[in-house]
């Protein structure tokens, strides 16, 4: 569950979060009701005046929010009340030709892929941001002598490039693979009711390319019960996230009064220690990383679907994944923060 409003300002995240919220979702369906109708009068399933009806109801609607809620409740999912809704604002003779041929499932999947492709354009601006700062902080203080350490002992003396590069290094690697992932995580959903699509009378891969091309999304197969996409991704998520917990880790150790390798622009005060200045960016990544690692497992619990499509796995998947997304998009603002206001200072035990 979302954390409370105080505790969203210091872990939440209010662009991610605005991603995910109700209203870009029924934006994100609208969208894709209006580029299905359009794909199917392309090829003749229905009539090319629904499909403009369709589209300029969808671009002006405004739910009926209490009765979604009641029909969410309800059927476990929001879209048969949604349909319900758009048909009637639809109106006669169109009302037939909204939703021809689909399913909840393509609604919903397909909604959150068009999301996922803002948020992880995002994430890749944010980690472009912060291997800059990383680059910049290693050429102005690189050649700061430190003592490296292993199994927290002090082991021989290094730089702080060195340290550095230990930070860089993953989030390098994160960065390719999330390039490399996102054609096959911004696919589009279309498979009818038990991912044959069967319903659309041999125009299936047709319709499918029409939408995807509309939509600005990968064509594929229906993956309705093939959830191996969404569990990369959160792999992705956890182990940007336990990136950034690892430095936050180190320049927690780092902040130490008495190793003082590091400086921080700004520290969390004590209501009963005012001398202290406690390094809360790093010890917020930390808890985010073991958030994001704990919450890993149970997003992984939500790929066992049973045969075509589970209402349970499904249920799980929606209550996890953006607990995850927001926290990987607050480590990566809370990250290019603390490395901004890094200094790194001579140890006394390098020297």
């Known amino acids: 569950m979302q954390p409370s409003s105080l505790l969203q300002s210091l872990v939440g995240d209010d662009e991610i979060e605005a991603l995910l919220s109700g209203e870009a979702e029924l934006r994100a369906m609208l969208r894709v009701e209006a580029a299905l109708a359009s794909a199917e009068a392309e090829v003749g ?33 929001v879209v048969p009340e949604f349909v319900r809704q758009l048909r009637s604002a639809v109106g006669e003779p169109h009302a037939k030709s909204v939703h021809v041929g689909a399913t909840s499932q393509d609604v919903i999947d397909t909604a ?35 003592m490296a350490h292993t199994r927290m002992q002090q082991a021989l003396p290094f730089t702080a ?18 390039q490399a992932l996102m054609p096959r995580l ?3 959903q279309l498979g009818g009711p038990v991912g044959t699509r069967a319903e659309l009378k041999g125009h299936g ?11 600005g999304l990968g064509s594929v197969p229906a993956w309705h019960s093939q959830r191996d996409r969404i569990g990369e991704f959160a792999s992705w998520l956890s182990l940007l996230s336990g ?73 799980l998947e929606w209550l996890v994944l953006p607990q995850m997304l927001v926290a990987c998009g607050a480590g990566l603002n809370m990250a290019r923060g603390l490395i901004e206001g890094l200094t790194f200072l001579p140890s006394e035990a390098g020297r």
């Open 45 to 77: 399933l229905i009539e090319r005046g629904a499909a403009v009806r369709i589209s300029e109801i969808c671009a002006a609607f405004e739910p009926d929010w209490k009765g979604l809620s009641r029909g969410l409740a309800q059927d476990g999912v």
């Open 112 to 146: 959150l892929v068009l999301r996922l492709k803002n948020i992880t354009e995002l994430y890749l601006r944010r980690l472009e941001h912060l291997i800059q700062a990383m680059q910049v902080l290693k050429v102005r203080d690189g050649a700061v002598r430190l």
């Open 161 to 178: 490039a060195d340290k550095i590069e230990t930070w860089l290094g993953p989030l390098e690697r994160h960065r390719e693979t999330l």
């Open 186 to 188: 911004l696919v589009l």
């Open 205 to 215: 891969a047709a319709v499918a390319d029409a939408m995807a091309r509309q939509l």
């Open 243 to 315: 990136t950034l917990g690892k430095i936050g880790q180190d320049v927690a150790l780092m902040a130490q009064n008495e190793v003082r390798e590091v400086r921080l622009a700004v520290g969390g005060g004590s209501s009963a220690m005012p001398h202290k200045s406690n390094p809360v960016p790093a010890e917020v990544l930390v808890t985010l990383a073991r958030f994001n690692a704990g919450l890993l497992g149970t997003l992984h619990q939500a790929l066992v679907h049973e045969n075509e499509r589970s209402g349970a796995a499904w249920t």
